[in-house]
């Protein structure tokens, strides 16, 4: 997966990107592009900090699907978005909970920790792809373990970093890449969001909290004045609908912060049985499925209007 890397010089990045040797120097410093001490760049680096038209390949829309708090449905969302994106586009599912929720429902044997290829600590960091499972066609997974749980403390600064480092080799291999989030802040989740191109906040309706929707609204503000300026809310996402009367009013709610999508996920049993079986959802229930298909349509239309 993924082809060789090209490493240029600070002349040959600048050229690159389309600056002037001054001016791209300034901007490395300023943004901390990874290179701007060694004076040493990744073209694939470069590709996700500047707008260049030398990209490979697919460049993948990566989608962070978070909320801190649990129970709010992201691993849900974050399961069936991707296997909807599946039906027409290359996708990797990265589980990024040391609860691993998704990985259990695929895959029954021990899969190596991401831990060991993300270079956290002093320790040497690995090419990731070795550590992908093929789920279906069009549909691979990076799986979790409980060990991600020891990501807790930022040793360096580039530890915020190392998700957004170890898939940038991957973003020519896929047009959708989906980040199941854990339902917490910290250093795992401001991983997801440096890394991440959008965010998608699922909402539980019988279970709605304003203030969490506050607290995850000025992570995400201080993630893209800090560290990620490319990072776009897509929206909310109203999960386990039963038809309250009060739908309205916890739409106007969560409009304070976020956008809310048109589409809202039904609860449904078909849900829970689909990840008791370890099945897709489409296996088990095809008008549920429906629901998820178009979430994916409303998703890739938010995305075309925002890179446009």
């Keep these: 997966m993924g082809n060789v890397d090209t490493m240029f010089d600070l002349e040959e990045a600048a050229k690159f990107v389309g600056l002037n040797p001054d001016d791209f120097q300034v901007k490395v410093s300023d943004l901390k592009v990874p290179g701007w ?3 040493e760049f990744k073209k694939s680096v470069l590709s996700k900090y500047f707008e260049t038209e030398n990209t490979d390949g697919f460049d993948s829309s990566v989608i962070a699907i978070s909320n801190q708090k649990g129970g709010e449905g992201k691993t849900t969302i974050s399961l069936y978005l991707a296997e909807a994106l599946s039906e027409n586009h ?17 895959l029954n044997d021990d899969v190596p920790s991401i831990m060991d290829y993300l270079g956290y600590r002093g320790k040497k960091s690995k090419h990731i792809e070795p550590a992908i499972r093929t ?14 749980a020891n990501l807790t403390t930022p040793y360096e600064r580039d530890d915020f970093e190392l998700l957004k480092e170890a898939i940038l080799p991957l973003r020519s291999s896929y047009e959708f890449i989906i980040i199941d989030c854990p339902p917490s802040l910290g250093l795992i989740l401001e991983n997801a969001l440096i ?6 906040v699922p909402i539980q309706t019988r279970a709605f909290s304003l203030q969490g929707i506050r607290d995850l609204y000025e992570t995400i503000q201080k993630i893209q004045r800090k560290a990620n300026q490319r990072l776009k809310l897509l929206g909310a996402v109203l999960n ?3 038809g309250q009367k009060a739908l309205a ?3 106007e709610g969560v409009k304070k912060y976020f956008p809310v999508f048109e589409t809202v996920i039904q609860r449904r049993e078909s849900i829970p049985q689909a990840q008791a079986k370890m099945s897709f959802l489409s296996k088990i229930d095809i008008t549920t499925m429906k629901n998820f298909r178009e979430l994916a349509a409303e998703v890739k239309e938010k995305i075309n209007v925002q890179k446009n």
């Design 37 to 39: 001490k060694t004076g």
């Design 90 to 106: 290359k996708v990797l599912l990265i589980d990024w909970d040391p609860q691993a929720n998704a990985t259990q429902l695929f």
């Design 135 to 148: 789920v279906s066609t069009n549909f691979d997974l990076l799986p979790s373990t409980l060990e991600l």
């Design 195 to 200: 890394c991440a191109d959008y965010i998608l």
């Design 240 to 242: 386990q609908y039963e």
């Design 249 to 251: 009013g916890l739409a």
